[in-house]
């Protein structure tokens, strides 16, 4: 199994207060992802990193920000929350860019939960 | 657009028959194309990964197929085992910054019963 820790792994919070999710990897890789995953939704991308301080929004990113100061840290923070913001989130890692055909690992996932 | 769909959304099998899950997309161009695994409450674990040349790709008793031309690909399992029951998951890689983007398909619910 690839190195990646998610945390916090379930969290609940209220109706607008920040969150951070944090995404720890040991693997050295280059590129980092934060995905959400929803019922009837496949996996949609929220943000990516694809170096320190190197990042750039995906298909979801409204409401979500994201800060890569070291290699091995990627912080998903959720600025005011929202109950449509409950979901399940997957930090995922690569050495190469997607398009290269390299394996992609994924973590855990953390279930938030907004109340 | 670009998307990914699979079929069956759902799918009871019993231990030790085959089964045969199906991805077909729409991305244009596409460089590459996964089968993950995810068992529930779990990250989902890469199974295989085929480039557009490719036609095959096995992984213990795990065989995919792509065929560029109609924009399909399969993922066979043989010999089913109770601990196949999971969602398998379609990804394909198309166009976007920073080498591609990947889509994914909703995934299919197999269920392995003895």
């Known amino acids: 199994d690839a190195g990646i820790t998610q945390s916090p792994r379930h969290k609940v919070t209220e109706t607008g207060t920040p969150v951070t999710l944090r995404c720890h990897q040991t693997e050295n890789h280059r590129y980092m992802y934060w995905y959400r995953q929803d019922p009837g939704h496949g996996l949609r991308l929220i943000h990516y990193s694809y170096g320190v301080k190197d990042t750039d929004k995906g298909e979801v990113s409204d409401g979500y920000s994201v800060s890569r100061s070291k290699t091995e840290d990627f912080l998903l923070t959720l600025e005011s929350a929202t109950s449509s913001q409950t979901s399940v989130y997957f930090c995922?890692?690569?050495?190469?860019?997607?398009?290269?055909?390299?394996?992609?690992?994924f973590g855990e996932g953390s279930w938030l939960t907004v109340v | 657009k670009n998307q990914v769909e699979q079929s069956p959304q759902s799918l009871i099998i019993l231990e030790g028959k085959n089964c045969t899950l199906q991805c077909n997309y729409t991305v244009s161009p596409f460089s590459n194309l996964r089968w993950y695994k995810q068992d529930t409450g779990r990250g989902p674990v890469s199974l295989t990964i085929m480039t557009f040349s490719e036609n095959t790709k096995s992984n213990g008793r795990y065989t995919a197929t792509l065929d560029a031309d109609t924009k399909q690909s399969s993922l066979h399992i043989t010999a089913s085992q109770l601990s196949d029951s999971a969602s398998y998951i379609c990804?394909?890689?198309?166009?976007?910054?920073?080498?591609?983007?990947?889509?994914f398909g909703q995934g299919t619910e197999l269920s392995v019963k003895p």
């Open positions: 995922a890692i690569s050495a190469t860019p997607p398009g290269q055909g390299n394996t992609i690992y």
């Open positions: 990804v394909v890689n198309g166009p976007g910054n920073q080498g591609g983007k990947l889509i």
